[in-house]
C-alpha cells in the first residue's frame, strides 16, 4: 500500500494541489459569508428574543436535513459548481454563529452593561466595547465550529461539479483497490481542518 501510494502522489501532485486549494478555498469563503450573514444576525437576536426563538428553531431544522438532500435542493435552484457548495457550507455553518453569538451576548454580566449605562454610554457603545469583547471567547468557539463543518461539508462538492478533496475519495471508492487514493483525500481534509484551525488560533491571539 505504501509503494501504490507514493506512486499515486508522485503521479497526481499536480491534481492533489489543485483539489486541495480548490477544497480550501470553497471552506474559507463559505465560512466567511457565513460570518458575515451569522454575526449581525446573532446580534439582532440577542434583543429580540421573540424573534430569535423563530430564527434559531428555523435553523436548527435545516440542521435535520440531509446534507445530500440540501445539495440537491441548492443543485436544482443554483446550477452545478462552486457556488452550490458555498451555499450548503452558509446553511450548515450558521447555527453555530449565530447561536454562539446569541448565547454569548445574553450571557454578558448585567453589571458591565449598567456600568456602561451609568458612564453615559449609547446602546452601540455598550455592543462593541462591552457585551461583543466579553462575548468574544463564545463567538469565536462557534467560528472554529463553523471551520471544521465547513471542511466536511465541502467534501461532497465532487457530486455537483465543484472539485475539491471529494474528488479524490470518490475516484478511490470507484476504483478497485482504491484504499490509497481515498487515504489521500481523507488525510489532506485533516490537514485543511488542522491548517484552519491553527490559523484562527493565530489570527485571534
Known sequence: MIQELTNYLSENSSYIISQFMTHAYISIVGVVLTFLIGFPLGIFLADNKKAATIVIGI?????????????????????????????????????????????????????????????????????????????????????????????????????????????????????TGGEPIIFVGAALCAVIALGMNWLFDWLTK
Open 59 to 175: 435553523i436548527n431544522v435545516i440542521q435535520t436535513i440531509p446534507t445530500i438532500g440540501m445539495l440537491t435542493i441548492l443543485l436544482i435552484l443554483i446550477g452545478l459548481g462552486e457556488n452550490t457548495v458555498i451555499a450548503t457550507v452558509v446553511l450548515y455553518s450558521l447555527l453555530p454563529i449565530v447561536n454562539n453569538t446569541y448565547v454569548g451576548l445574553n450571557n454578558v454580566d448585567p453589571v458591565y452593561v449598567d456600568s456602561g449605562r451609568g458612564l453615559g454610554m449609547s446602546k452601540f457603545q455598550i455592543l462593541y466595547m462591552i457585551k461583543i469583547p466579553l462575548a468574544l471567547p463564545v463567538i469565536l468557539a462557534g467560528i472554529r465550529n463553523a471551520l471544521v463543518i465547513s471542511v466536511g461539508i465541502t467534501t461532497i462538492g465532487s457530486f455537483v461539479g465543484a472539485g475539491g478533496l471529494g474528488d479524490i475519495i470518490l475516484r478511490g471508492i470507484n476504483i
